[in-house]
Protein backbone atom coordinates (compact mmCIF):
# COMPACT_ATOMS: atom_id res chain seq x y z
CA UNK A 1 0.00 0.00 0.00
CA UNK A 2 2.83 2.57 0.83
CA UNK A 3 4.14 1.69 -2.66
CA UNK A 4 0.79 2.52 -3.96
CA UNK A 5 0.57 5.99 -2.34
CA UNK A 6 4.15 7.07 -3.26
CA UNK A 7 3.12 6.06 -7.02
CA UNK A 8 -0.40 7.84 -6.63
CA UNK A 9 0.86 11.00 -4.49
CA UNK A 10 4.53 11.82 -5.74
CA UNK A 11 4.39 10.88 -9.64
CA UNK A 12 0.98 11.33 -10.68
CA UNK A 13 -2.16 12.99 -10.39
CA UNK A 14 -4.65 11.22 -9.35
CA UNK A 15 -6.48 9.00 -12.55
CA UNK A 16 -3.01 9.10 -14.56
CA UNK A 17 -2.24 5.73 -15.08
CA UNK A 18 1.23 4.02 -14.56
CA UNK A 19 2.34 2.04 -17.73
CA UNK A 20 4.99 -0.84 -18.07
CA UNK A 21 6.69 -2.43 -21.75
CA UNK A 22 7.16 -6.08 -21.31
CA UNK A 23 8.94 -5.09 -17.58
CA UNK A 24 8.76 -8.79 -16.47
CA UNK A 25 11.18 -11.84 -16.33
CA UNK A 26 12.36 -14.47 -19.12
CA UNK A 27 10.09 -16.77 -20.21
CA UNK A 28 11.38 -19.68 -18.40
CA UNK A 29 10.19 -17.72 -15.09
CA UNK A 30 7.08 -16.55 -16.11
CA UNK A 31 4.62 -19.03 -15.23
CA UNK A 32 5.48 -19.21 -11.29
CA UNK A 33 7.63 -16.00 -10.90
CA UNK A 34 4.96 -13.67 -12.29
CA UNK A 35 1.89 -15.18 -10.45
CA UNK A 36 3.28 -14.85 -7.62
CA UNK A 37 5.39 -11.91 -7.41
CA UNK A 38 5.50 -9.76 -10.23
CA UNK A 39 1.88 -9.20 -11.01
CA UNK A 40 0.92 -8.61 -7.15
CA UNK A 41 4.02 -6.40 -6.76
CA UNK A 42 3.14 -4.34 -9.87
CA UNK A 43 -0.35 -4.05 -9.11
CA UNK A 44 -0.02 -3.14 -5.74
CA UNK A 45 2.97 -0.82 -6.47
CA UNK A 46 0.48 1.18 -8.63
CA UNK A 47 1.23 -0.67 -12.34
CA UNK A 48 -1.75 -0.03 -14.00
CA UNK A 49 -1.27 -1.50 -17.40
CA UNK A 50 1.61 -3.84 -18.95
CA UNK A 51 2.00 -3.21 -22.78
CA UNK A 52 2.23 -6.88 -23.62
CA UNK A 53 0.65 -9.98 -22.88
CA UNK A 54 2.28 -11.69 -19.19
CA UNK A 55 -0.82 -10.09 -16.69
CA UNK A 56 -3.10 -11.40 -19.77
CA UNK A 57 -1.65 -14.81 -19.16
CA UNK A 58 -1.35 -14.91 -15.92
CA UNK A 59 -3.34 -12.35 -14.21
CA UNK A 60 -6.24 -14.43 -13.64
CA UNK A 61 -4.31 -17.16 -11.41
CA UNK A 62 -2.90 -14.38 -9.14
CA UNK A 63 -6.67 -13.33 -8.62
CA UNK A 64 -7.27 -16.80 -7.72
CA UNK A 65 -4.57 -17.65 -5.46
CA UNK A 66 -5.27 -13.91 -4.16
CA UNK A 67 -2.20 -12.95 -4.66
CA UNK A 68 -3.98 -9.57 -6.16
CA UNK A 69 -8.09 -8.35 -5.69
CA UNK A 70 -10.58 -7.25 -7.66
CA UNK A 71 -10.10 -3.98 -5.89
CA UNK A 72 -6.48 -3.71 -7.49
CA UNK A 73 -8.10 -4.37 -10.70
CA UNK A 74 -10.74 -1.75 -10.61
CA UNK A 75 -8.41 0.72 -9.74
CA UNK A 76 -6.10 -0.05 -12.47
CA UNK A 77 -9.40 0.54 -14.86
CA UNK A 78 -10.40 3.28 -13.15
CA UNK A 79 -7.37 5.20 -13.79
CA UNK A 80 -7.18 3.92 -17.66
CA UNK A 81 -10.67 4.90 -18.35
CA UNK A 82 -10.38 9.02 -16.59
CA UNK A 83 -7.34 9.27 -18.78
CA UNK A 84 -9.70 7.96 -22.05
CA UNK A 85 -12.00 9.70 -20.66
CA UNK A 86 -9.68 13.17 -20.78
CA UNK A 87 -8.41 12.55 -24.46
CA UNK A 88 -12.33 12.55 -25.21
CA UNK A 89 -12.07 8.93 -26.81
CA UNK A 90 -15.93 8.51 -25.92
CA UNK A 91 -17.25 11.55 -27.24
CA UNK A 92 -17.96 10.77 -30.73
CA UNK A 93 -16.31 11.39 -33.97
CA UNK A 94 -12.51 11.51 -32.36
CA UNK A 95 -11.44 14.22 -35.23
CA UNK A 96 -13.72 16.43 -33.78
CA UNK A 97 -12.43 16.49 -30.79
CA UNK A 98 -9.62 18.60 -28.92
CA UNK A 99 -6.88 16.67 -30.15
CA UNK A 100 -8.54 15.28 -33.00
CA UNK A 101 -7.17 17.78 -35.87
CA UNK A 102 -3.77 18.04 -35.33
CA UNK A 103 -1.94 18.79 -38.05
CA UNK A 104 1.93 19.12 -39.18
CA UNK A 105 1.31 23.02 -38.96
CA UNK A 106 0.74 22.66 -35.21
CA UNK A 107 3.61 20.10 -34.93
CA UNK A 108 6.02 22.07 -36.93
CA UNK A 109 5.62 25.31 -35.65
CA UNK A 110 8.78 27.24 -34.97
CA UNK A 111 8.09 26.87 -30.81
CA UNK A 112 8.05 23.16 -31.29
CA UNK A 113 11.39 23.26 -33.35
CA UNK A 114 13.02 25.66 -31.18
CA UNK A 115 11.99 22.70 -28.43
CA UNK A 116 13.63 20.41 -30.12
CA UNK A 117 16.79 22.18 -30.14
CA UNK A 118 16.76 23.00 -26.66
CA UNK A 119 16.08 18.78 -26.07
CA UNK A 120 19.01 17.96 -27.78
CA UNK A 121 21.50 21.12 -26.24
CA UNK A 122 20.67 20.35 -22.86
CA UNK A 123 20.84 16.33 -23.60
CA UNK A 124 24.71 16.85 -24.48
CA UNK A 125 27.51 15.89 -22.31
CA UNK A 126 31.17 16.52 -22.08
CA UNK A 127 32.99 13.47 -20.51
CA UNK A 128 36.68 14.52 -21.50
CA UNK A 129 38.38 18.11 -22.48
CA UNK A 130 41.91 18.05 -22.09
CA UNK A 131 43.86 21.07 -23.03
CA UNK A 132 41.23 23.19 -23.81
CA UNK A 133 40.79 20.64 -27.02
CA UNK A 134 37.00 22.60 -27.19
CA UNK A 135 35.26 24.78 -28.29
CA UNK A 136 36.39 24.84 -31.55
CA UNK A 137 36.95 28.36 -33.01
CA UNK A 138 35.08 29.29 -36.81
CA UNK A 139 38.18 31.31 -37.64
CA UNK A 140 40.84 29.25 -36.25
CA UNK A 141 39.69 25.98 -38.29
CA UNK A 142 40.84 25.86 -41.64
CA UNK A 143 39.59 22.25 -42.40
CA UNK A 144 37.81 19.61 -41.02
CA UNK A 145 38.00 15.89 -41.45
CA UNK A 146 34.87 14.13 -39.94
CA UNK A 147 35.35 10.78 -39.51
CA UNK A 148 32.69 7.84 -38.75
CA UNK A 149 29.21 6.21 -39.58
CA UNK A 150 26.76 7.99 -37.21
CA UNK A 151 28.31 12.02 -38.94
CA UNK A 152 25.62 12.00 -42.17
CA UNK A 153 22.73 9.64 -41.31
CA UNK A 154 19.92 11.98 -40.26
CA UNK A 155 17.52 8.43 -38.62
CA UNK A 156 20.16 7.55 -36.52
CA UNK A 157 19.71 11.15 -34.52
CA UNK A 158 16.36 9.46 -33.56
CA UNK A 159 16.62 6.40 -32.16
CA UNK A 160 13.70 4.47 -31.73
CA UNK A 161 10.07 5.15 -31.71
CA UNK A 162 9.80 8.58 -33.19
CA UNK A 163 6.98 9.94 -35.61
CA UNK A 164 8.23 11.75 -38.46
CA UNK A 165 10.93 14.82 -38.27
CA UNK A 166 9.90 18.27 -39.10
CA UNK A 167 13.39 18.65 -40.42
CA UNK A 168 16.11 16.79 -40.23
CA UNK A 169 19.97 17.81 -40.70
CA UNK A 170 22.81 15.46 -39.95
CA UNK A 171 26.01 16.58 -38.14
CA UNK A 172 27.81 16.35 -41.15
CA UNK A 173 25.88 18.82 -43.06
CA UNK A 174 25.58 21.40 -40.15
CA UNK A 175 29.60 21.44 -39.72
CA UNK A 176 29.79 21.70 -43.57
CA UNK A 177 28.24 25.16 -43.20
CA UNK A 178 30.49 26.06 -40.31
CA UNK A 179 33.87 25.03 -42.16
CA UNK A 180 34.07 25.73 -46.13
CA UNK A 181 36.69 22.63 -46.34
CA UNK A 182 35.27 20.08 -44.45
CA UNK A 183 36.07 16.27 -45.73
CA UNK A 184 34.11 13.20 -45.19
CA UNK A 185 34.53 9.66 -44.33
CA UNK A 186 32.68 6.92 -43.16
CA UNK A 187 35.46 4.33 -41.70
CA UNK A 188 32.85 1.75 -40.61
CA UNK A 189 30.10 0.66 -42.32
CA UNK A 190 27.44 0.82 -39.19
CA UNK A 191 27.58 0.35 -35.88
CA UNK A 192 28.60 -3.12 -35.74
CA UNK A 193 31.78 -1.79 -37.93
CA UNK A 194 32.82 -5.36 -39.43
CA UNK A 195 33.50 -3.21 -42.74
CA UNK A 196 35.98 -0.59 -42.02
CA UNK A 197 37.76 1.79 -44.71
CA UNK A 198 40.41 2.72 -41.96
CA UNK A 199 43.19 3.89 -44.49
CA UNK A 200 40.70 6.48 -46.17
CA UNK A 201 40.07 7.71 -42.39
CA UNK A 202 43.15 8.16 -41.79
CA UNK A 203 44.52 9.78 -44.79
CA UNK A 204 41.66 12.24 -44.10
CA UNK A 205 42.95 12.43 -40.69
CA UNK A 206 46.17 13.16 -41.37
CA UNK A 207 45.16 16.04 -44.22
CA UNK A 208 42.96 18.40 -42.25
CA UNK A 209 43.57 20.51 -39.37
CA UNK A 210 40.96 19.35 -36.87
CA UNK A 211 39.14 16.20 -36.77
CA UNK A 212 35.83 15.44 -35.05
CA UNK A 213 34.43 11.58 -34.94
CA UNK A 214 30.68 9.90 -34.81
CA UNK A 215 30.92 6.91 -33.35
CA UNK A 216 28.60 4.86 -30.92
CA UNK A 217 25.86 2.68 -31.58
CA UNK A 218 22.83 2.20 -33.80
CA UNK A 219 19.40 0.19 -33.61
CA UNK A 220 21.07 -3.02 -34.94
CA UNK A 221 22.79 -2.54 -31.44
CA UNK A 222 20.38 -1.42 -28.84
CA UNK A 223 16.68 -1.21 -29.13
CA UNK A 224 13.62 -2.85 -27.53
CA UNK A 225 14.35 -7.15 -27.40
CA UNK A 226 18.20 -6.84 -28.53
CA UNK A 227 20.39 -6.81 -25.74
CA UNK A 228 23.93 -6.08 -26.00
CA UNK A 229 26.76 -8.69 -24.83
CA UNK A 230 29.45 -6.05 -23.37
CA UNK A 231 29.85 -2.28 -22.67
CA UNK A 232 32.64 -1.46 -25.36
CA UNK A 233 32.23 0.07 -28.92
CA UNK A 234 31.13 -3.36 -31.33
CA UNK A 235 33.33 -3.91 -33.99
CA UNK A 236 36.80 -2.30 -35.30
CA UNK A 237 35.56 1.08 -33.80
CA UNK A 238 38.12 1.08 -31.21
CA UNK A 239 40.90 0.41 -33.52
CA UNK A 240 39.51 3.29 -36.01
CA UNK A 241 39.15 5.28 -33.70
CA UNK A 242 42.96 5.03 -32.56
CA UNK A 243 44.52 5.34 -36.15
CA UNK A 244 42.87 8.08 -37.21
CA UNK A 245 43.76 9.70 -33.88
CA UNK A 246 47.37 8.52 -33.75
CA UNK A 247 47.41 9.92 -37.56
CA UNK A 248 45.83 13.33 -36.96
CA UNK A 249 47.78 16.58 -36.22
CA UNK A 250 45.91 17.53 -33.21
CA UNK A 251 44.17 15.74 -30.31
CA UNK A 252 40.69 14.54 -31.80
CA UNK A 253 37.09 14.88 -30.92
CA UNK A 254 35.19 12.01 -30.24
CA UNK A 255 30.96 12.01 -30.51
CA UNK A 256 29.47 9.67 -29.26
CA UNK A 257 25.67 9.12 -30.60
CA UNK A 258 23.87 6.06 -28.40
CA UNK A 259 21.20 5.44 -25.69
CA UNK A 260 22.93 3.22 -23.56
CA UNK A 261 26.41 3.24 -21.76
CA UNK A 262 28.93 2.44 -23.52
CA UNK A 263 32.79 1.53 -22.05
CA UNK A 264 35.34 4.24 -23.84
CA UNK A 265 38.27 4.57 -20.84
CA UNK A 266 40.55 3.81 -23.50
CA UNK A 267 39.46 7.17 -25.11
CA UNK A 268 39.73 8.63 -21.58
CA UNK A 269 43.09 8.02 -21.25
CA UNK A 270 44.45 8.42 -24.72
CA UNK A 271 46.26 11.90 -25.01
CA UNK A 272 45.50 12.01 -28.77
CA UNK A 273 41.91 12.06 -27.80
CA UNK A 274 41.54 15.85 -26.61
CA UNK A 275 37.20 15.66 -25.71
CA UNK A 276 34.66 13.31 -25.53
CA UNK A 277 30.94 14.51 -26.05
CA UNK A 278 28.32 12.08 -24.90
CA UNK A 279 25.37 13.46 -27.16
CA UNK A 280 22.82 10.28 -26.97
CA UNK A 281 20.22 9.98 -29.59
CA UNK A 282 19.31 13.93 -29.75
CA UNK A 283 16.26 13.81 -32.48
CA UNK A 284 15.71 16.12 -35.27
CA UNK A 285 17.59 18.93 -34.21
CA UNK A 286 20.88 16.88 -32.64
CA UNK A 287 23.16 17.73 -35.57
CA UNK A 288 23.13 21.50 -34.97
CA UNK A 289 23.10 21.05 -31.53
CA UNK A 290 25.81 19.44 -31.28
CA UNK A 291 27.66 21.51 -33.82
CA UNK A 292 26.66 24.27 -31.65
CA UNK A 293 28.29 23.13 -28.57
CA UNK A 294 31.73 21.96 -30.74
CA UNK A 295 32.12 25.58 -31.63
CA UNK A 296 30.96 27.03 -28.63
CA UNK A 297 27.45 28.20 -29.30
CA UNK A 298 25.94 26.38 -26.55
CA UNK A 299 27.67 25.18 -23.15
CA UNK A 300 26.79 21.43 -22.71
CA UNK A 301 26.84 19.79 -19.35
CA UNK A 302 29.65 17.97 -17.29
CA UNK A 303 29.66 14.99 -15.47
CA UNK A 304 30.84 15.66 -11.95
CA UNK A 305 33.46 13.22 -11.02
CA UNK A 306 31.70 13.21 -7.48
CA UNK A 307 28.46 12.94 -7.80
CA UNK A 308 27.94 11.64 -11.42
CA UNK A 309 25.24 14.25 -11.83
CA UNK A 310 25.10 16.40 -15.10
CA UNK A 311 25.55 19.82 -14.24
CA UNK A 312 25.99 22.55 -16.86
CA UNK A 313 29.50 25.08 -16.85
CA UNK A 314 30.55 27.80 -19.20
CA UNK A 315 33.02 26.85 -21.68
CA UNK A 316 35.88 28.83 -20.23
CA UNK A 317 35.26 27.31 -16.73
CA UNK A 318 35.12 23.90 -18.27
CA UNK A 319 38.50 21.59 -17.18
CA UNK A 320 39.17 18.29 -18.13
Same mark, same amino acid.
Given at each position: ?????????????????IETINAMPPKILRNTFLTLFCIPVGKLSGMDVNCGGYV =? *????? +?? #?? /?????????? %? $?HN????????????????????????????????? =? *????? +?? #?? /?????????? %? $????KSGVASLAVIGFNANNATRLLGNYFGPPCVTV???????????????????????????????AVQAASSADYVVLFMGLDQDQEREEVD???????????????????????????????????????????????AILWAGYPGEAGGIAIAQVLFGEHNPGEVSSISSERITLPWQTTSS
Amino acid at each position: MQQYELLSTKFRRVGEKIETINAMPPKILRNTFLTLFCIPVGKLSGMDVNCGGYV =Q *DHGAS +AL #QQ /GKITEQDIDR %A $LHNLFTVRMRLGLFNGDPRRNRYGNIGPDQVCTQEH =Q *DLALE +AA #QD /GIVLLKNDGG %A $LPLSKSGVASLAVIGFNANNATRLLGNYFGPPCVTVTPLQVLQGYVKDTSFVAGCNSGACNVTTIPEAVQAASSADYVVLFMGLDQDQEREEVDRLDLTLPGQQQTLIESVANAAKKPVVLVLLCGGPVDVSFAKTNPKIGAILWAGYPGEAGGIAIAQVLFGEHNPGEVSSISSERITLPWQTTSS
